[in-house]
């Protein structure tokens, strides 16, 4: 029994780091883990939930925004982008956050191409990290339910 | 509009005063208790602002737009409510970048009140814009934080306030707080209460060699790490500071000149 969990805390630990490594995630995680206790277990899991419906939701109005070539809405994908930005950089979602930047440059001199590349990219990148940190919570519910605790990860 | 303790469904755009997202229950207002309304107008903001000021044992009121603190805080209409006195707000963050009424706005009205002008107000912003530090704090802001909001930096409102609380009604409380002041210090000195490794130094590289804290990514707040450029819109846009070893980019504070190390 201590072996599972062991191993499992193992996987959880290596996993989470890979993530750092692979700029999936950024330092702003691994505060958002500081604020999860016992008290407050799926406090990571609720946030980035809210985040990617977040995404979902102003990737489906900044491509309204963007459909029609004649008459795009760069004011209103600028204000899409900023939200995201914003909201992917408090969550730690690095790559997402990063796609945002290029994204604003693109909305800044209204390359519409441009912005909908940066749109699918984005789009790719959140669901991207939605299937691995889903893969991460399964492994903390695993963790648990067999009965230890999660570890603590330090990013070095 | 409860303001003792009434548990509000969490995803209640417009405010939101909980127990945290486990959902339990805030207890009704204590006159000991350091009081925060919290302004932004992102969801997932709000959400981890509350978290971060919670867990730093305040209680907190969390709306999303600058209206709806004035008319949290009673200042859009005069009515002087009994629910006033029971307010106690001890401190107000708010961000900076907001649809409608900027942070801005809202602290240049908070400060136009009689009411509630003593009651320390901090802005958010996510991009570091000396202009834009400059002006609130000229405009009487206590501090500006730059995005996203880390637990030292709550930590250090926390010492900050509750060495001397003022209420909205001019009393001073102290607060039973054994943490260092930080009422004078200088910049980019942080209390030294955080001794978690959560800051990271400013390197650029991914793989620092700091035995300390060494983020995995690079500084992701203020300094354009290598792959992509700085996202800013101004001139005035500080691109790095000195890299004091275990704290954030840049944390302007109040009577500082605003030159960076």
């Known amino acids: 029994m201590n072996n599972v969990v062991a191993q499992l805390q193992r996987q959880f630990h290596d996993y989470l780091v890979s993530l750092y490594q692979q ?7 691994s ?9 407050t277990p799926d406090f ?3 946030v980035v939930s809210l985040f990617f419906e977040d995404c979902s939701k102003l990737i489906n109005t900044m491509s309204r925004s963007l459909e029609r070539p004649e008459n795009v809405d760069f004011k209103q994908v600028d204000s899409g982008v900023h939200q995201l930005k914003g909201s992917s950089s408090s969550v730690g979602a690095r790559r997402v956050k990063n796609v ?12 519409r191409e441009g912005c909908i590349r940066c749109l699918q990219q984005v789009d790719y990148e959140y669901k991207m990290l939605k299937t691995k940190l889903q893969d991460l919570f399964n492994l903390e519910q695993q963790i648990l339910q067999a009965g230890g605790t999660i570890p603590q990860v330090d990013i070095n | 509009m409860a303001s003792d303790g009434g548990v509000f469904c969490l995803r209640r755009p417009e405010m ?13 207002l204590d006159v000991d208790e350091v009081h925060v309304l919290a302004v932004d107008d992102s969801l997932v903001d709000r959400i981890v602002i509350e978290r971060l000021l919670r867990i730093t044992s305040c209680k907190v009121t969390a709306v999303d737009s600058g209206w709806r603190a004035l008319e949290f805080l009673g200042i859009d209409n005069e009515k002087a409510s009994a629910e006033l006195d029971r307010l106690k707000v001890d401190l107000i963050i708010t961000d900076y970048c907001m649809p409608g009424m900027t942070g801005y706005e809202l602290l240049k009205k908070i400060k136009e009140s009689s009411s509630f002008r003593q009651v320390p107000v901090v802005i958010m912003s996510s991009e570091n814009v000396i ?4 002006r609130c704090l000229e405009e009487g802001a206590e501090d500006f934080l730059l995005k996203p909001v880390k637990l030292a930096d709550v930590k250090r409102l926390r010492n900050y306030l509750t060495s001397d609380v003022k209420l909205s009604n001019g009393n001073k409380r102290k607060l039973p707080e054994d943490s260092v002041s930080v009422n004078t210090s200088p910049p980019l000195t942080l209390s030294p209460d955080s001794s978690e490794s959560s800051s990271p130094p400013l390197t650029l590289s991914s793989d620092s060699s700091d035995a ?13 790490p290598l792959s992509f450029p700085l996202d800013d819109e101004d001139d005035d846009v500080s691109t790095e500071s000195s890299p004091t070893p275990e704290e954030s980019p840049v944390r302007r504070q109040k009577m500082r000149s605003p030159s960076l190390d």
Not at chain 2, 131 to 134: F, G, H, K, L, M
């Open chain 1, 23 to 29: 700029g999936f995630l950024d330092n702003q995680f």
């Open chain 1, 31 to 39: 505060e958002l883990r500081k604020l999860q206790d016992d008290g």
């Open chain 1, 44 to 46: 990571v899991a609720e």
């Open chain 1, 100 to 111: 945002c930047i290029s994204f604003k440059e693109c909305c800044d001199v209204q390359n």
């Open chain 2, 16 to 28: 939101i005063n909980v127990g945290g997202i486990g959902g339990m229950e805030s207890p009704p």
């Open chain 2, 131 to 134: 202009t834009r530090i400059d």
């Open chain 2, 212 to 224: 300390s804290s060494p983020p995995l990514s690079p500084v992701e707040s203020l300094s354009s």
